[in-house]
């Protein structure tokens, strides 16, 4: 099994909706012994507390207070991410597309990214993580030692949204899947608060044509590259 050691450092991957963080970061994780953090899961947390209870998500007021008395655990269990909402196991409940699309309405909210933000520099405040988002590099981790900006075409990021989908079983829309993916990108990029950008000291890199192990060794190797600048 290719594992590298590294030293701890702090590993930022952004990029929009569907463009392969998470696979990416888990994988980037595994392969240096870090740490894998991904941020979309709070956000999703968060979303699907306000569905079950009922908060419309144009109560920014009622968003953000029910933030901050949410208690998000994200735990390492057999090499993936477990997520404990209040205590309770969310991880496969929060990645329905439902949960999905309330959770890019909560995430334009500013105060409930200041609570959550918070709590993700808290997390990888000691270095030796993995963590993905949309502005990890730009606003939670601006002195990140590797930013990473994660790209590829939007049908490419609608197939691959569709296909994972499909193998939970779960039989969406090709082409709403793709309209969706259009919306989020708007949204995120126009958003007040903490909108998606590239950071200027971060690397693109376009996945559109990669496969994800070479997506992931790519990361590595600049991980390594940081690592020895670093040391001398």
């Known amino acids: 099994m290719f594992h590298v050691n590294l030293p701890k450092l702090i590993i930022a991957i952004d990029g929009p909706v569907g463009s392969g963080k998470s696979t990416l970061a888990r994988r980037v994780a595994e392969m240096i012994g870090y740490l894998y953090i991904d941020t979309g899961a709070m956000y999703r947390a968060v979303a699907m507390k306000a569905l079950r209870r009922g908060i419309s ?3 920014t007021d009622a968003l953000t207070a029910l933030a901050g008395e949410t208690h998000i655990d994200l735990r390492q269990q057999n090499g993936t991410q477990q997520v404990l909402l209040d205590g309770e196991d969310v991880t496969s409940g929060i990645r329905t597309p439902e949960v999905a699309q309330a959770a890019s309405k909560v995430a334009v909210i500013s105060g409930v990214r ?3 933000v918070a709590e993700q520099r808290r997390a990888g405040q000691q270095g030796g993580v ?4 949309r ?6 981790f601006p002195d990140a030692q590797l930013k990473i900006f994660l790209v590829a075409s939007p049908e490419i990021r609608a197939e691959r949204r569709w296909r994972e989908h499909e193998q939970k079983g779960d039989h969406i829309d090709l ?7 259009h919306e989020r990108d708007r949204r995120d990029s126009e958003r007040a608060s903490s909108p998606l950008v590239q950071a200027p000291d971060a690397v ?7 496969e994800p192990e070479e997506v992931a060794r790519l990361v590595v190797m600049l991980a390594q590259n940081k690592a020895a600048k670093s040391a001398q």
């Open 130 to 133: 993995v963590m993905e988002g």
């Open 135 to 140: 502005d990890i590099g730009s606003v939670v």
């Open 114 to 116: 200041k609570v959550l």
């Open 175 to 181: 082409r709403r899947t793709l309209e969706e993916i």
């Open 204 to 210: 693109v890199v376009d996945s559109t044509a990669m």
């Open 57 to 59: 998500f144009d109560s």
